[in-house]
């Protein structure tokens, strides 16, 4: 299979062609620009591109499909791990307008800080108490083995 020029091709995009007619002392006198793909088949892509021109020609509309919207259902969410809590979950929100995604982007990020300096105080308050049983001893405390 030729990969520039069959049907199933990645490469079988249309090149814009532009010719040129000057004269000898470079005056432009005209310009014409058409597009051209590269096939092993010419007569396929003439009665396809004619067929094309005839619905242009005898008025069909031509109609161009839509994008369906992302759902929100919660059965379309991505985990980011199989063993992940529901905290880990992350799920896309459609938003119109960028003035509202603009918002509820400032509050997700708000969210994720505050949850950054609960774990950071946590973490903190962690470190300070002592291992396995045993208190920290304050300047005004003795030891009870004295």
């Given at each position: ?11 079988r ?16 006198l ?23 021109s ?14 369906s ?78």
């Amino acid at each position: 299979m030729c990969n520039s020029s069959c049907m199933g091709g990645m490469n079988r995009r249309p090149i814009l062609t532009i010719l040129t007619l000057e004269t000898s002392d470079g005056q432009l006198l005209g310009r014409r620009c058409f597009e051209v793909r590269v096939c092993a088949c010419p007569g396929r892509d003439r009665k396809t591109e004619e067929a094309n021109s005839a619905k242009l020609q005898t008025g069909a509309k031509q109609v161009k499909k839509r994008k369906s919207a992302p759902s929100t259902d919660p059965d379309m969410c991505k985990r980011k791990s199989g063993s992940s809590t529901d905290e880990e979950e992350v799920l896309m929100l459609p938003v119109k307008g960028r003035e509202r995604y603009n918002m509820l982007k400032k509050i997700n990020d708000a969210l994720e800080l505050a949850e950054k300096e609960a774990k950071n105080k946590t973490r903190a308050s962690k470190e300070l108490l002592p291992s396995s049983g045993k208190r920290v001893l304050q300047k005004a405390e003795r030891s009870d083995s004295d």
